[in-house]
């Protein structure tokens, strides 16, 4: 049996925030695509990551106004079965494909500050254009299965329903959402840490330029942490308690007891679209060339844009290493 629960809280917290997010998703990816494609050249490898990062947030800008019409209309989808699993394979591509791309991202900054010299650094544009290539048949291979799920009840437009029987709440679709979650975080923590005990052990923390470096992967753990740590906690205590409450209380009592952290998840789940908002911040720290051409548009005062960060890292880490 599954669980449909009252929609009345999620109908008046989500539109606003789903519409929100929308404005300043477009706004901010679309400066963010204006610059990637007519004002940074030449690209680098980071640039091509960058670039696929923004592309993966505008197709969940496709799909947010749908789904705030979805819960103006009182949890009621009126745009037919086959535009609902588009919209639903929307958001888990932007959230897969976002956690990918960040977790390469990071990885990227490692190995320009703990390794400068690796060969992966001078990687060319069209090698990096194929590992983009790759990461997205990765994240359309781990999101299709969307298209075949099953929607009991054809006015309800959901992915993440909760089930009494508990060998279907235990389906790809929520095993992915969990799995893109946790194994891209662990690399990015790991990558942030290492950097900052690298930039530590060889006195650099302060230099300006890796200060820079350090900020960068600060952000990005920072933003993984904020919009995708609270509704993967929420979905695990779902199915943990969903596993106790099943032994212990009839079925027509389970979805009753279930409901306030249902809804809860359903919240946090709107924070993971936050990062197509945030993911402008990446852009910024990321890239000088970025950087000053958002201060022109606002009219700010330029910043140094001579050498990017990268380039920098590199060759004050090989001073360094040199000294040693």
Same mark, same amino acid.
């Given at each position: 049996m599954r669980c449909y629960f009252n929609g009345t809280l999620l109908s008046t917290v989500l539109p606003p925030v789903l519409g929100t997010e929308f404005v300043?998703?477009?706004?901010?990816?679309? @400066?963010?695509?204006?610059?990637?494609?007519? &004002?940074?050249?030449?690209?680098?490898?980071?640039?091509? /990551?960058?670039?696929?990062?923004?592309?993966?947030?505008?197709?969940?800008?496709?799909?947010?106004?749908?789904?705030?019409?979805?819960?103006?209309? $009182?949890?009621?989808?009126?745009?037919?079965?086959?535009?609902?699993?588009?919209? @639903?394979f929307m958001?888990?591509? $932007? !959230?897969?494909g976002s956690t990918l791309f960040?977790?390469? +991202?990071?990885?990227?900054?490692?190995? !320009?500050?703990?390794?400068?010299?690796?060969?992966?650094?001078?990687?060319?544009?069209?090698?990096?254009?194929?590992?983009?290539?790759?990461?997205?048949?990765?994240?359309?291979? /781990?999101t299709v299965h969307v298209f075949h799920l099953k929607h009991v009840n054809t006015t309800r437009c959901e992915s993440f329903m909760v089930d009494?029987?508990?060998? &279907? $709440?235990? $389906?790809? &679709?929520?095993f992915e959402f969990l799995l893109v979650f946790y194994v891209p975080v662990l690399v990015v923590l790991y990558c942030t840490f290492t +950097?900052?005990?690298?930039?530590? !052990? !060889?006195?650099?923390a302060q230099q300006a330029k890796f200060r820079k470096a350090l900020w960068f992967i600060i952000v990005v753990a920072v933003l993984f942490t904020v919009c995708y740590l609270p509704s993967n906690i929420a979905q695990l205590l779902i199915w943990i308690q969903t596993k106790q409450l099943v032994s212990k209380l009839p079925d027509s009592e389970v979805c009753s007891a279930l409901e306030d952290l249902t809804i809860v998840f359903y919240i946090t789940i709107s924070l993971t679209y936050l990062n197509s908002v945030l993911d402008p911040i990446v852009y910024y720290f990321?890239?000088?060339?970025?950087?000053n051409i958002c201060r022109k548009v606002f009219h700010l005062s330029q910043t140094d844009g001579g050498e990017s960060i990268e380039v920098k890292t590199r060759e004050k880490g090989s001073q360094s290493l040199s000294q040693l």
């Open positions: 300043f998703g477009v706004l901010g990816n679309g @400066l963010a695509l204006w610059v990637f494609c007519f &004002h940074m050249r030449p690209w680098k490898s980071s640039t091509v /990551l960058l670039f696929n990062l923004a592309m993966a947030d505008f197709f969940l800008n496709m799909a947010l106004p749908f789904r705030a019409m979805y819960y103006i209309s $009182n949890i009621e989808w009126k745009f037919g079965h086959a535009m609902c699993n588009i919209c @639903l958001l888990a591509l $932007n !959230r897969s960040l977790m390469a +991202i990071a990885v990227d900054r490692y190995m !320009r500050v703990v390794h400068p010299h690796h060969p992966i650094n001078s990687l060319s544009i069209t090698k990096a254009i194929w590992g983009a290539f790759a990461m997205w048949l990765l994240t359309i291979s /781990l009494t029987e508990m060998h &279907h $709440n235990l $389906n790809w &679709h929520k +950097i900052i005990g690298h930039l530590r !052990r !060889r006195q650099l990321s890239s000088p060339v970025f950087k």
